[in-house]
């Protein structure tokens, strides 16, 4: 794919990529080292229901249509979104977000949260720049390349190869420093996540079956389910863990299935669907520390099941 992309690759000046990104106001201090510290201290906070007046409780479908864990999913730990989802009053809520933020304060004896217009800075930037308008429902922030962005920042070099409708993303520095990410752009973005790492080579590499696994720097996995389509009615995914809390969203994310689509094999189902993988599907997504099993089922036309589970650790 590369090698014939190659003729179209065109890459913007370092200035040029700086404007492009976004690069003014950096993150002095690495992100991650805050993860520690941030569950911590959301097992601190874990709110307790002291027996306010019913008046001041929120209502029981409150988490369902609360929209600040939804901005910060990025950058909040399970631990925290486990603590914050257990509030039972507004003014628990309101204190939650306000250590949430405290607890990021790389100067905590100043009037400025440099942590916080950081933050707000990279998500009015990708919500600026990366939101599809023939999408409109969904922000820049609910990109793959709005994640990486909220994340790590702007990339220090970006390629893009226009016949093949994708990004190249690199960074030089931490927490990211030597990792690679290519993007699946608009219009055309795969079915099966649009975005992999190309670099570094993974930490492990786990395969059972037609299922293999790999986890990467940064605690992202990548995961592969090596089959056609043409003679295969559905596949159905699930992840499971050894006790690491998963953020529901992620949860949500793992376990899916596309098919059946009645007698008609899944090749059909996804027709003009481009899949990001040459051989089968999958995705990449990061997930906290822990041990998983990630299983599938491949079934086809025939009946017959194919299951496979990949035990593997994100350390």
């Known amino acids: 794919m590369l090698a014939a992309a190659v003729a179209a690759l065109s890459v913007a000046s370092l200035g040029a990529q ?13 992100v991650a080292s805050l993860r520690p510290y941030a ?39 399970p ?26 304060d790389p100067t905590p004896d100043t009037p400025r949260n440099e942590f ?7 998500v009015d930037y990708v919500n600026t720049h990366f939101t599809n308008p023939d999408d409109a429902p969904h922000t820049g922030l609910e990109t793959d390349r709005g994640r990486i962005y909220v994340m790590f920042g702007a990339p220090d070099s970006v390629m893009t190869f226009t016949s093949g409708a994708f990004e ?20 055309i973005d ?6 992999r790492i190309v670099s570094p080579t993974p930490i492990a590499t786990i395969r059972s079956g037609m299922t293999s696994v790999e986890v990467a720097a940064e605690r992202f996995v990548t995961v592969r389910i090596h089959t056609g389509f043409t003679d295969v009615a559905s596949i159905a995914h699930t992840l499971r863990t050894g006790g690491a809390a998963v953020l529901e969203a992620d949860a949500a994310f793992w376990d899916g299935k596309i098919g059946p689509a ?51 650790v994100v350390p």
């Open 18 to 30: 700086r404007r492009l990104h976004g690069e003014v106001g950096r993150l002095p201090f690495d």
């Open 39 to 77: 569950d911590e201290a959301a097992r601190i906070f874990d709110p307790v229901d002291q027996g306010p007046e019913p008046a001041a409780m929120l209502p029981a479908e409150w988490y369902d249509e609360d929209e600040w864990h939804l901005l910060v999913r990025y950058i909040i730990t």
């Open 79 to 104: 631990a925290e979104g486990a603590a914050y989802r257990r509030v039972k009053t507004a003014a628990d809520r309101e204190s939650f977000i306000a250590a949430f933020w405290a607890r990021r």
């Open 116 to 122: 916080r217009e950081e933050f707000d800075r990279r």
């Open 168 to 187: 190249l993303w690199r960074y030089s520095r931490a927490p990211a420093a030597g990792m690679t990410f290519q993007f699946s752009l608009p219009p």
């Open 190 to 195: 795969s079915c099966d996540g649009s975005f």
């Open 262 to 312: 009645g007698k008609d094999p899944l090749s059909r189902h996804i027709l003009g669907c481009r899949m990001f993988e040459t051989g089968g599907m999958g995705f990449t997504h990061p997930l906290p520390p822990g041990t998983y099993v990630f299983t599938t089922t491949v079934t086809l036309l025939n009946g017959t099941a194919r299951k496979d589970a990949v035990r593997f």
